[in-house]
């Protein structure tokens, strides 16, 4: 059974037999699943938290509108 790897960059799965592998000087491996990713990651140096259709992006969302959320609540409850 192929083993199914995740983008480094937007975290999607990558289908067995496609994207590409890069290994770096000091041996790490990222895995990309197009060349988009790997021109942002690589050759731009981009952070996929702020990359808008990644991943990443889409959970410090979450956890920043958790946040916002929670401190709404509070001052609500205390201006009350």
Known sequence: MPV???CSF???EIEP??????????GSVLYFCSSKC???????GRDPK???????FKEAKK???HVVRQ???N??????
Do not use: I, P
């Not at 037999?17 to 000091?26: A, H, I, L, P």
């Not at 001052?75 to 009350?80: M, R």
């Open 4 to 6: 199914r790897r995740t």
């Open 38 to 44: 790997q021109k942002n990651m690589l050759e731009l």
């Open 10 to 12: 937007c975290g999607r």
């Open 63 to 65: 956890v920043r509108l």
């Open 71 to 73: 401190v709404e609540q």
């Open 50 to 56: 702020n990359v808008r259709w990644t991943n990443a």
């Open 75 to 80: 001052t609500g409850n205390n201006q009350a």
């Open 17 to 26: 037999g496609t994207g590409k592998m890069y290994v770096r000087r000091d």
